[in-house]
């Protein structure tokens, strides 16, 4: 056993194994419970670094139980923590996020710093990047108390990963630098040799190609077949050095050492793959180039698909950044308006279009919700100070660990019912095809705005019409432009009640519908009658697109994705049913409820105290066909899953929506939840966003205040119409031109109407 431990300490796994081989079952009766369990945990260890999975599980699992039953708290942490590390390899995040947090909630003496680094690294796979970088944080913190050096260093290489995936050069290159001086200082010359490879793969990526690259390079060239990290970095090293110097026989070449079968993660195959595109293009095979990425593509929905956590499963497309950039780039240079639709939708909003995650019901998660409410009702009753300092503080830790058990649960998958068929045909003639033919039939103009290389472009496509690319000026510009629109448009829902201030005001709005509208629409023309589709980019979340003057009597629907957009609504499987909810601290939400209620012919849930209110809104959610929800509402840009409806017993937040919901038609008439923060792959977060991709037809938010008053009769006017079969698009249409005033609400996801029998 002695033997065994010396190697595990030299990484020697091989001969680990052979000296614990000798350790057999009549020996091991003979150990106390911390030397049986140290046995396994360094044989389980072993196994893993050898990625030998199966043999790694028994022995950890069975050095898991020993510890648990014989209470050996240092020992139940190796294993559990050691298992999350093997779920990690397994690809497996959510299990091994679970593991992880199991073991860190073990009470016991250990030193934390290399097994927070781990966790850091499973978030960072899952796409949480800033989740990732807060516990490098920590674990950096814990090996300074500790004076270990070499460790300090190891963290700052993935602390430089976090700021690769950003694109941050500058900061990877400062935390690399920091590193290697450390190794230097230390005499660990393979981890330096190591590290400045990882500094010339930065410099590759921002179009560079690193002084000495090719010395620094000479260790692995002998390498056949990359099997380590450290092998397959030195590999795309090479393929990227040749592509940049233009040497594209040398690319292929070196490129073909990665070809074949490798575990890694999620982010180095997906490096792979782009190489392996960026050489077919220098080749001149676009065809094979774009195989690549769409196979690409089609890795990163699997990897996706079985998280049961929304955040996660947007968090995910931060890996395929990259590709898509290279995607699009393509696509642009050819000119062709299908081949830009295509790179667009393949990797626009991908978790919309997965099938509803259906996580089980889990009680602890519910409880930590139910503190959580009741901590931010204090919150807004407790006067500034170390009052609410602290009440501040428990409130993050509680979203902390909530958003924790969000990133590790684990279900069953539901079959699509609002999308089936939209995610085999992103990236096919089909998907373009497809939207084209449901926009003639629907007599509805397309509008796809993205941006590439901080340009900002539209893609203009229709059923009876060319389609056409345009450039509309820069990222920064168009960014600027919208801002100001939203800031003018929250102005003016203020200044509502001093009519001179509010008439200024309403001018400058305007003005800024004016600009971007120029500076969006263009030249574009749209039919008489034809309804306007928007599919907008980062900078554009969040305009009222509703009050756009190109879109001014117009049915307008505000899409995440076009092909989702184009999936047929399936039948109903039921009489339309209808709960009406109302919130506190608004003078009209009760009479506007009961308001809406009777327009379907039904009673307000809302119960006369509302202490339940929040638990009849999620049950409706889970029931209803219809759902309207007349309160104030909060978008928490900081972190869009905790973005929440106030109702009289506190506030309901995205995190415990039904999974799935029932829901087709939602109706937020509520503040500020149209808006939506959209990450790597334009995946949108916030309420309405959490809504859609739980399974909701269409939404109807505000990106802006709207004035108690307007809001109470302009949803009331939406619903009168709504109920009688009139399609919501055109109905939003209609009640925005009765009533200027509610502007900023907009129809999110794809049209939808009642058939004519309800309950």
């Known amino acids: 056993?002695?033997?065994?431990?010396?190697?595990?300490?030299?990484?020697?796994?091989?001969?680990?194994?052979?000296?614990?081989?000798?350790?057999?079952?009549?020996s091991m009766d003979l150990l106390t419970s911390r030397e049986r369990t140290s046995a396994l945990l360094n044989g389980g260890l072993s196994h893993l670094s050898l990625l030998e999975l199966d043999e790694a599980r028994a022995q950890l699992h069975d050095a898991l139980d020993i510890a648990v039953a014989e209470n050996v708290p240092e020992q139940e942490f190796k294993a559990r923590h050691n298992l999350g590390c093997l779920e990690f390899y397994a690809g497996n995040l959510p299990e091994a996020i679970s593991l992880m947090r199991a073991a860190d909630e073990v009470d016991a003496r250990v030193a934390r710093a290399r097994a927070r680094q781990d966790l850091a690294q499973v978030l960072l796979e899952s796409g949480l990047l800033s989740q990732a970088r807060?516990?490098?944080?920590?674990?950096?913190?814990?090996?300074?108390?500790?004076?270990?050096?070499?460790?300090?260093?190891?963290?700052?290489?993935?602390?430089?990963?976090?700021?690769?995936?950003?694109?941050?050069?500058?900061?990877?290159?400062?935390?690399?630098?920091?590193?290697?001086?450390?190794?230097?200082?230390?005499?660990?010359?393979?981890?330096?040799r190591s590290t400045s490879l990882l500094r010339a793969a930065v410099d590759l990526g921002n179009g560079r190609v690193p002084r000495g690259v090719d010395d620094l390079l000479v260790p692995w060239l002998d390498t056949e077949r990359p099997v380590t990290g450290e092998e397959r970095l030195a590999a795309r090293v090479r393929v990227e050095t040749h592509l940049l110097r233009g040497d594209v026989g040398a690319a292929t070449y070196a490129a073909q050492r990665l070809r074949g079968a490798a575990r890694q993660s999620l982010a180095g195959d997906l490096h792979d793959r782009l190489l392996f595109a960026k050489v077919a293009a220098a080749q001149g095979d676009s065809r094979t180039a774009r195989r690549e990425v769409r196979a690409s593509a089609r890795r990163l929905g699997r990897a996706q698909a079985p998280t049961q956590s929304l955040e996660v499963r947007a968090a995910l497309a931060l890996h395929g950044r990259r590709l898509s950039e290279f995607d699009l780039g393509d696509a642009l240079a050819s000119g062709s308006a299908r081949r830009v639709f295509d790179s667009i939708e393949r990797w626009r909003a991908v978790s919309h279009r997965l099938p509803p995650v259906s996580a089980p019901a889990d009680p602890e998660t519910a409880e930590l919700m139910a503190h959580l409410r009741q901590a931010?009702?204090?919150?807004?009753?407790?006067?500034?100070?170390?009052?609410?300092?602290?009440?501040?503080?428990?409130?993050?830790?509680?979203?902390?660990?909530?958003?924790?058990?969000?990133?590790?649960?684990?279900?069953?998958?539901?079959?699509?019912?609002?999308?089936?068929?939209?995610?085999?045909?992103?990236?096919?003639?089909?998907?373009?095809?497809?939207?084209?033919?449901?926009?003639?039939q629907r007599q509805e103009v397309a509008l796809v705005l993205f941006a590439h290389a901080g340009q900002q472009y539209s893609l203009e496509v229709g059923g009876h019409r060319r389609s056409r690319l345009r450039h509309l000026g820069t990222v920064a510009e168009v960014t600027a432009l919208a801002d100001r629109l939203v800031r003018d448009?929250?102005?003016?829902?203020?200044?509502?009640?001093?009519?001179?201030?509010?008439?200024?005001?309403?001018?400058?709005?305007?003005?800024?519908?004016?600009?971007?509208?120029?500076?969006?629409?263009?030249?574009?023309?749209?039919?008489?009658?034809?309804?306007?589709?928007?599919?907008?980019?980062?900078?554009?979340?969040?305009?009222?697109?509703?009050?756009?003057?190109?879109?001014?009597?117009?049915?307008?629907?505000?899409?995440?994705?076009?092909?989702?957009?184009?999936?047929?609504?399936?039948?109903?499987?039921?009489?339309?049913?209808?709960?009406?909810?109302?919130?506190?601290?608004?003078?009209?939400?009760?009479?506007?409820?009961?308001?809406?209620?009777?327009?379907?012919?039904?009673?307000?849930?809302?119960?006369?105290?509302?202490?339940?209110?929040?638990?009849?809104?999620?049950?409706?959610?889970?029931?209803?066909?219809?759902?309207?929800?007349?309160?104030?509402?909060?978008?928490?840009?900081?972190?869009?899953?905790?973005?929440?409806?106030?109702?009289?017993?506190?506030?309901?937040?995205?995190?415990?929506?039904?999974?799935?919901?029932?829901?087709?038609?939602?109706?937020?008439?509520?503040?500020?939840?149209?808006?939506?923060?959209?990450?790597?792959?334009?995946?949108?977060?916030?309420?309405?966003?959490?809504?859609?991709s739980l399974g909701a037809r269409s939404v109807v938010a505000a990106v802006a205040p709207v004035p108690d008053e307007v809001a109470a009769l302009a949803m009331v006017d939406y619903h009168r119409q709504l109920s009688t079969g009139v399609p919501a698009a055109r109905a939003l249409a209609d009640t925005v031109a009765g009533h200027p005033g509610a502007r900023a609400f907009c129809l999110y996801g794809a049209d939808w109407a009642t058939p004519h029998t309800h309950a």
Do not use: K
Not at 4 to 20: E, G, P
Not at 389 to 403: F, K, M, N, T
Not at 406 to 411: E, P, R
């Open 376 to 440: 931010r009702l204090r919150l807004g009753s407790t006067a500034p100070g170390e009052g609410e300092s602290a009440v501040r503080s428990q409130i993050a830790s509680l979203e902390g660990r909530i958003a924790a058990r969000d990133w590790s649960a684990t279900g069953r998958t539901q079959p699509a019912r609002s999308t089936p068929g939209a995610a085999a045909q992103v990236g096919s003639a089909a998907g373009f095809s497809h939207t084209r033919t449901a926009l003639g």
């Open 134 to 192: 807060q516990t490098l944080h920590e674990a950096l913190d814990e090996a300074r108390s500790q004076r270990l050096a070499l460790e300090e260093a190891d963290i700052r290489l993935d602390l430089a990963a976090c700021a690769i995936v950003e694109d941050d050069a500058a900061t990877a290159r400062s935390e690399l630098g920091t590193a290697i001086r450390v190794y230097r200082a230390r005499g660990a010359e393979g981890r330096q």
């Open 489 to 692: 448009l929250r102005a003016h829902a203020f200044a509502a009640l001093n009519p001179a201030l509010s008439t200024a005001i309403g001018r400058a709005v305007d003005v800024s519908l004016t600009e971007l509208d120029r500076v969006v629409f263009g030249d574009l023309t749209i039919p008489d009658g034809f309804g306007l589709v928007v599919a907008p980019s980062r900078a554009l979340a969040s305009v009222p697109w509703t009050a756009m003057p190109s879109a001014t009597g117009r049915a307008v629907t505000v899409a995440v994705s076009l092909t989702r957009w184009a999936t047929a609504e399936p039948p109903a499987d039921g009489p339309t049913t209808v709960a009406s909810l109302a919130g506190p601290s608004l003078r009209r939400a009760v009479s506007e409820a009961q308001a809406v209620a009777a327009m379907w012919g039904a009673r307000s849930t809302s119960t006369p105290d509302g202490t339940d209110d929040s638990a009849l809104l999620v049950a409706a959610l889970a029931c209803d066909t219809v759902v309207h929800v007349a309160a104030h509402g909060t978008h928490e840009r900081q972190n869009p899953f905790f973005s929440s409806l106030h109702l009289a017993d506190g506030p309901v937040f995205a995190h415990e929506l039904p999974r799935p919901l029932r829901s087709r038609h939602v109706v937020l008439s509520a503040c500020d939840l149209g808006q939506s923060d959209l990450r790597p792959g334009d995946e949108p977060f916030g309420l309405t966003a959490a809504l859609l």
């Open 1 to 26: 056993m002695q033997e065994a431990v010396v190697h595990v300490s030299l990484s020697d796994w091989r001969a680990a194994l052979a000296a614990l081989a000798h350790v057999d079952d009549a």
